[in-house]
Nanobody, 117 residues
């Protein structure tokens, strides 16, 4: 099994920045891709960023150019640097990872990000 624990959420004013962290533990050898999802009230959960074991990244259009995903394999940690935050970025942010078969299988408990206008 894999455990993912997020941290770094909070309240920030529009235009500000936050950095989320996600520490993985357990059977991390089974992880393929790691990423960040978010879910705003009344909306579906959406994947906003992902990073492969080879450091290839992908972003949703809603965050491209503002958010950066990175990973530190030695620390078993994935980061999400969020700049230029907007009120519409307010959501619960979840760290996630795929199995070696590419299925999004492992999830963190979520961390709240609130952006005030």
């Amino acid at each position: 099994q894999v455990q993912l624990v997020e941290s770094g959420g909070g309240l920030v004013q529009a235009g500000g920045s936050l950095r989320l962290s996600c520490v993985a533990s357990g059977s991390i050898f089974s992880i393929n891709v790691m990423g960040w999802y978010r879910q705003a009230p009344g909306k579906q959960r959406e994947r906003i960023a992902s990073i492969t074991s080879g450091d290839s990244t992908n972003y949703s259009d809603s965050v491209k150019g503002r958010f950066t995903i990175s990973r530190d394999n030695a620390k078993k940690t994935v980061y999400l640097q969020m700049n230029g935050l907007k009120p519409e970025d307010t959501a619960i942010y979840y760290c996630a990872a795929t199995s070696k078969f590419g299925v999004w299988t492992y999830w963190g408990q979520g961390t709240q990000v609130t952006v005030s206008s």
